[in-house]
């Protein structure tokens, strides 16, 4: 038997993340956008910094070269801070998600206001933006098929981004213990597991039945860093549900 902890001690260090939600950014953004304060807008930059990525791959997608959809992205959430989006957010009340793509298509429909967009925010720097790797990750996503509907490939790949974000919060809190979280990630999602339970319980020393009670709950915490990432992505908590069952469809049916 090994001297570390036993497993059960080391799946969650900071404590359950079961919690009642706090206030989202994005009912911020709703609130405070109607009266142009501060609080609103650097929600919204928050979230657009979080996810950027699907407007620029719905952009490439759309047969922009790379470089021009990064200077669309760009200009689009300098659109979105300059011209009053914020203060129609509560005609679009729902998903972050859905506001984003509404707001995008209507920027795509007018050229000279896009053109001018372009132009005044090409230069710009808005949100962090590693242009090598957008194109790497957009290569990768290439299974997303041309049939594909824009709107169901927008869906999928805004799915990837919550998952990855919440999937970074779980791996943050094995910060101190990285090994632990590498043998650990490949139970995450039941019937698609990567490793043999018999195998890394051997590893770590420890039962397999003490193995199996630290996994279930960190699925248990996955699901719920899941939840409170996309609860930042919607008007209201009653909401979280039912874009959670969409989310988990769209990453089903690829």
């Not at 919550?162 to 910060?175: G, P, W």
């Not at 193995?211 to 992505?233: C, N, P």
Request: net charge positive; hydrophobic share 35%; with cysteine.
């Amino acid at each position: 038997m090994r001297n570390n902890p036993p497993v059960s001690e080391r799946t969650s260090p900071n404590g359950p993340a079961r919690a009642d939600f706090p206030e989202t950014r994005w009912s911020v953004v709703i609130a405070a956008g109607q009266v142009g304060e501060p609080i609103g807008k650097n929600a919204l930059a928050e979230l657009c910094c979080l996810y950027w990525y699907p407007i620029f791959a719905h952009l490439r997608r759309g047969g922009r070269s790379a470089t021009e959809a990064q200077d669309l992205t760009q200009a689009f959430f300098l659109h979105i801070l300059e011209r009053g989006a914020l203060r129609r957010a509560d005609q679009l009340k729902g998903s972050f998600r859905g506001f984003l793509i509404g707001c995008l298509k209507h920027f795509e429909s007018n050229e000279r206001e896009r053109a001018q967009a372009l132009k005044r925010g090409g230069n710009v720097t808005f949100v962090p933006f590693d242009l090598e790797a957008a194109e790497h990750q957009y290569h990768r996503d290439g299974r997303v098929g041309a049939a594909t509907s824009p709107e169901l490939a927008f869906d999928r790949r805004w799915a990837r981004v919550v998952t990855d974000n919440a999937l970074e919060r779980i791996r943050q809190q094995f910060a101190g213990d990285l090994s632990t979280y590498e043998r650990l990630k490949g139970f995450l999602i039941p019937g698609n597991e990567t490793g043999s339970y018999q195998e890394v319980a051997k590893n770590f020393g420890v039962p397999i039945s003490l193995l199996k009670s630290a996994i279930h709950r960190l699925r248990r915490d996955y699901r719920d860093a899941v939840r409170r990432e996309i609860a930042t992505t919607v008007s209201a908590p009653h909401e979280v549900d039912d874009e959670m069952r969409h989310l988990v469809n769209v990453l089903s049916d690829e």
